[in-house]
């Protein structure tokens, strides 16, 4: 009896590690595949006061030289005060506030898999700064300040990872576990049976 509860224990810790194998290999490019955690102001953020910077989170580290971040504002203005700067995994810009509507925040990078990721996330300030006057000569009447209504276009809820791997580098390490825990069940099974 006891030597059979050793083959069933040996056959079952052979068959979950070829299957924990070969979870884990499809998992590996995965891993090195980056991709946006988090951002301040958050997506779909709506701000009555504008930020004095806005920063990305990256679940890995970002490279300078492959990381594109652009910020635009209504009317596709500018809206970067500055480049951007590292620390970690977090890349920060001065923002430079314009008139009120939808902002956009774009970013490009190379993960370390050599794909690239793209993506953006947009939050609208509620109020501007006044819109400048087209000619310094133009007399007071005709350049009255105007604050542009906030942009019809809705925020979209969720950061767009163009490619992004949709979260399945977790499903395939959770699976991993269970089968390592399974694995471990077998061994100990088989240790018992080795007592007896």
Same mark, same amino acid.
């Not at 906030?150 to 950061?159: G, R």
């Not at 991993?176 to 099974?189: I, K, M, T, Y």
């Given at each position: 009896?006891?030597?059979?509860?050793?083959?069933? =224990?040996?056959?079952? #810790?052979?068959?979950?590690?070829?299957?924990? =194998?070969?979870?884990?290999?499809?998992? =590996?490019?995965?891993?090195?595949?980056?991709?946006?955690?988090?951002?301040?102001?958050?997506?779909?953020?709506?701000? #009555?006061?504008?930020?004095?910077?806005?920063?990305?989170?990256?679940?890995?580290?970002?490279?300078? #030289?492959?990381?594109?971040?652009?910020?635009?504002?209504?009317?596709?203005?500018?809206? =970067?005060?500055?480049? $951007?700067?590292?620390?970690?995994?977090?890349?920060?810009?001065?923002?430079?506030?314009?008139?009120?509507?939808?902002?956009?925040?774009?970013?490009?990078?190379?993960?370390?898999?050599?794909?690239?990721?793209?993506?953006?996330?947009?939050?609208?300030?509620?109020?501007?700064? $006044?819109?400048?006057?087209?000619?310094?000569?133009?007399?007071?009447?005709?350049?009255? $300040?105007?604050?542009?209504?906030?942009?019809?276009?809705?925020?979209?809820?969720?950061? &767009?990872?163009?490619?992004?791997?949709?979260?399945?580098?977790?499903?395939?390490?959770?699976?991993? &576990?269970?089968?390592?825990?399974?694995?471990?069940?077998?061994?100990?099974?088989?240790?018992?049976?080795?007592?007896?």
């Amino acid at each position: 009896m006891g030597g059979r509860v050793a083959r069933v =224990a040996r056959t079952w #810790a052979v068959v979950l590690g070829v299957v924990a =194998a070969s979870a884990l290999l499809p998992a =590996a490019p995965a891993a090195a595949h980056n991709s946006l955690t988090g951002s301040d102001p958050r997506d779909g953020a709506r701000l #009555a006061a504008a930020p004095e910077r806005i920063e990305l989170r990256f679940l890995a580290t970002p490279k300078e #030289a492959t990381t594109e971040v652009t910020v635009t504002g209504p009317d596709n203005v500018a809206a =970067a005060g500055g480049a $951007p700067t590292f620390a970690g995994k977090r890349v920060t810009v001065p923002f430079r506030p314009g008139a009120a509507g939808l902002y956009i925040v774009t970013y490009r990078l190379a993960s370390d898999d050599g794909h690239p990721v793209k993506g953006e996330i947009r939050f609208t300030l509620t109020t501007g700064t $006044p819109a400048e006057s087209p000619s310094a000569s133009a007399p007071p009447t005709t350049a009255a $300040p105007t604050t542009a209504a906030p942009s019809p276009a809705s925020p979209t809820p969720a950061a &767009v990872g163009a490619d992004d791997d949709g979260g399945t580098g977790w499903l395939w390490a959770a699976g991993a &576990v269970v089968v390592l825990a399974a694995l471990g069940g077998g061994l100990l099974l088989r240790r018992r049976a080795a007592r007896r």
